[in-house]
């Protein structure tokens, strides 16, 4: 199998739809600080990538925690209403990407920025120790769509991560909710992720933390671009247990105009190779287009493909990778 590490970047974008972009805008920037760095209308010949009808408006922002490029958040609205990707009923029977991981320097403190803006936020944050020299205070919140946005402080080990420049980091990670976390782990292994840990989670609380309504076991593996850009990592969990039918994806309802994560976005030196080398893992073509005005990143060549789960990706292709990505 080709080695696609030196092919392949960390996640540096996410797309979330929303329902109203001002709102969505102000929300990021009040709640987590992000900036604005562009916005204007989606063009049409993105329809086939990323599905949504090629009659439909769409506007976009793109918001950033700071200048570096990496993990930034695409926010997408449409002049029609959508619909929320995740309901409470399909928390525990569906897969696909479903939230974003944020570190921030003081979590309690942005749990209050979130609610404050519009979001919605637990009332206290729970502990876990994620290894013996890792431990974390983490919450789940969401947007004033219900997008899912887990963040979390460090309680020890945050200078193993390094320091933190901003109120709350770029994207960490991106979760993704898997039906076989071994089918899952192989594709982005495949990809150049690294295991960073691999952990069974039945704390108490992490049902309510989780937004399912009832005690839960989960399945939890965290995977590190190249084995260490921090930034951007891609996580998995799956449900333990249940005695639930195998999780379905939700692939037809994370598209425009729908709410929440709709896809990740990673750079490519070479779209043909990766695609040759996970579609035996899982991976299936959605579409290819060349020199499409992709928000984000200019004027592009895009692939777009689906994960294992159903998740959408969007590879970006450029001659070089830029430098530690």
Known sequence: MTELGALLSEVRLATVGVSRLDRAIQFYEQALAYRCLEQGRVDPDLAPLWQFDPGLDLNYAVMAADDTGRGGIRLVAGVRAGRPIWSAAER???????????????????????????GAAGSQPHFWEVSEDVH??????????????DLFSYARGGDLRGPLATPVSVIQTVALAVADIETSRAFYQAMGFVELFDRVLDFEGLGDMLGVDRPVRIHNVNLIKDGHVVPGRVEMFAYLDTGLPTPQPVTELAVPP?????????????????????????????ARAQDVALPGFGRSSVTTLLGPDGERIELVECKELPDGA
Do not use: W
């Open 258 to 286: 729908n709410h929440g994560l709709l896809s990740f976005s990673v750079l490519t030196t070479d779209a043909d190779i990766v695609l040759d080398t996970l579609k035996p893992l899982g991976g299936r073509l959605v």
């Open 136 to 149: 974390v205070y983490d919450s789940m919140s969401s947007d004033p769509d219900g997008t899912q946005l």
């Open 92 to 118: 525990m029977s569906a897969t696909g990407s479903y939230a974003l991981n944020f570190r921030c320097r003081d979590i309690r403190a942005q749990l209050e920025k979130i609610r404050a803006a519009g």
